[in-house]
């Protein structure tokens, strides 16, 4: 497909999203690229759309910074989680990178849809080696996930966000393709996976955090 039957494609999605779902959906938001053109196709299908980030201690600060003014920018119908507690262990990304996605993001992020049956992701199936066999609409455990991006490339993403002027991350300005925690996120070539910065130098190198790939019905089993 090209450009303009994507964009009809995932603007189908989402509408069915919100003729079904709605007012218990929401779309997952890291404020990176994919997630802000989510976010800008879906406000045109319904600009009160309930959008949610899950805060980590790691986030870079630019990111912080960036998502503070699109939440004012585009005045979004906002929430954000994070992890419980106050003695939580630090430093598990370089000891245990898969625990500590479980107690800063997982576990968070089954808070933020508790209370819903759908959720928008913005993954793309060309992202990497892990999001290839995914489908547009997915359903795990009475919680439906829409993947209204899904085949879209990376180009077609900044293809958008130019002909829309979007606003989108500094981070993208100094090389990042993928954008998550800071000390597991770097820097790769552009003939490399998007997400092979993401976990560098670890088994988990361009691998899922968990939030594709586990029950985020909390008491269930994964």
């Known amino acids: ?16 999203a919100v003729d079904k779902y709605m007012p218990q959906m929401a779309i997952a938001s890291s404020f990176g690229k994919d997630s802000m053109v989510l ?24 990111t912080l910074f960036f998502k503070n003014s699109i939440v004012r920018l585009w005045n979004l119908n906002y929430s954000e989680y ?24 997982v576990a968070p992020f089954r808070k933020a849809v508790k209370d ?7 993954i793309r199936s060309k992202e990497g080696r892990t999001r290839g ?5 997915e359903e795990k455990d009475g919680l439906v ?8 490339s990376e180009m077609d993403i900044w293809r958008y966000a130019a002909l829309y002027r979007i606003p989108m991350n500094p981070l993208y300005r100094i090389g990042a393709r993928s954008l998550g925690c800071e000390p597991c996120t770097h820097i790769v070539d ?12 670890t088994s988990k190198v361009g691998g899922e955090c968990g939030i594709h790939t586990k029950s985020l019905r909390e008491g269930v089993e994964t």
């Not at 497909?1 to 069915?16: A, T, Y």
């Not at 066999?133 to 609409?137: F, M, Q, R």
């Not at 996930?145 to 879209?152: A, F, H, R, S, T």
């Open 116 to 122: 819903l049956n759908c959720w928008l992701s913005g």
């Open 82 to 105: 994070k992890a419980d507690g106050d003695n939580l262990p630090v430093g598990l990304w370089k000891t245990d990178p898969d625990r500590c996605c479980e107690i800063y993001k």
């Open 190 to 201: 552009d003939d490399a996976d998007e997400r092979n910065g993401r976990w560098a130098g």
């Open 145 to 152: 996930k829409i993947n209204p991006l899904l085949q879209w």
């Open 39 to 62: 976010i800008h196709l879906a406000r045109q299908i319904d600009i009160g759309i309930k959008v949610f980030y899950v805060v980590t201690p790691f986030k870079p600060d630019a």
């Open 1 to 16: 497909m090209i450009l303009p039957e994507k964009i009809g494609n995932s603007k189908r999605l989402i509408q069915d």
């Open 133 to 137: 066999d995914y489908e547009e609409v």
